[in-house]
């Protein structure tokens, strides 16, 4: 950690990022905009058997204050964008959700919120990420911007997701979470902060995920913030294993791919 920052930030930081300088952050925040997902209709219970692996959870405060246990042992990184649902118009159309002293009252390691840079609303959101770091660097809370794009999944190439991963870093973002693509090491190059892998659509296989997650630690990204490819597995709990072992044990592809396996197994 940055020996110059404050000691609240410093704190905050080392609960999301391990002293291995990798995080496994689980994104469960995804009703916010899609209503129940599936196998996200009762996140409480999705979680739960999840908790033992991840550093971190990614959710919105009304699930967190519903379902989620107080004592669990993970970070909070308290989702605080909002105002789009997948029925409304525009995706890009958010702002901040949640006043500063809520996210203080909740204890959170962190917050996170979307820009949406290209769209109609890039002013908007960027102006919501300048107003949360001013408000949160007073508290000493980190800023996770997300580089969201919409329905617009064309723009999840490496020219668009370095020029959005800078831009959240020139604005003060602590961690920016992106898609990781072809030529991702661009990404992460022009980004002077850290930089966490998004999942995006489920994936077809275990082994890809795996995959894509090992290329882009290797290409410069700190960890993942991951969430259907974990949760909408049929083995959930093997497929956040894997993935601890591949973040934070240096685990290859097929090493923690052979590991799945042999937890499916034994789930059944």
């Known amino acids: 950690m940055n020996g110059n920052m404050d000691w ?3 704190n905050r930081l080392s609960k999301t990022i391990r002293p291995d300088g990798r995080c496994f952050y689980l994104a469960m925040d995804h009703g916010y905009f899609q209503g129940p997902t599936h196998c996200l209709e009762q996140p409480g219970k999705a ?6 692996y991840i550093d971190a959870l990614f959710v919105t ?3 967190l204050r519903a379902v989620t246990n107080p004592a669990m042992n993970p970070a909070l990184i308290l989702r605080v964008s909002g105002g789009n649902s997948m029925v409304g118009k525009d995706l890009a159309n958010e702002e901040a959700t949640t006043a500063m ?3 203080i009252r909740l204890n959170a390691s962190a917050v996170g919120i979307s820009v949406y840079i290209g769209s109609d609303y890039e002013h908007q959101t960027l102006m919501a990420l300048a107003k949360l770091v001013n408000e949160c660097t007073a508290y000493g809370i980190p800023v996770m911007a997300v580089t969201a794009v919409g329905r617009e999944t064309g723009k999840m190439e490496a020219r668009y997701l370095s020029l959005a991963c800078r831009i959240c870093a020139e604005f003060g973002a602590s961690v920016v979470k992106t898609y990781y693509c072809e030529g991702f090491e661009k990404v992460t190059g022009g980004c002077p902060v850290p930089v966490v892998i998004a999942g ?3 994936t077809d296989s275990e082994y890809e995920v795996l995959q894509f997650v090992y290329n882009g630690i290797q290409q410069g990204a ?3 913030n991951l969430g259907r ?22 685990a290859t592809p097929q090493e923690a791919y052979e590991l799945f396996l042999s937890i499916k197994q034994d789930v059944k």
Not at 47 to 52: H, I, N, S, W
Not at 229 to 250: D, F, T
């Open 101 to 103: 002293d809520d996210i």
């Open 222 to 224: 700190i960890g993942v």
């Open 61 to 63: 405060r009304g699930v």
């Open 200 to 202: 995006g659509p489920k």
């Open 8 to 10: 609240g930030m410093a």
């Open 47 to 52: 979680a739960e058997p999840l908790l033992p």
């Open 229 to 250: 490819n974990i949760w909408q597995n049929e083995c959930p709990v093997g497929m956040a294993r894997s993935l601890q072992a591949l973040i934070h044990e240096n």
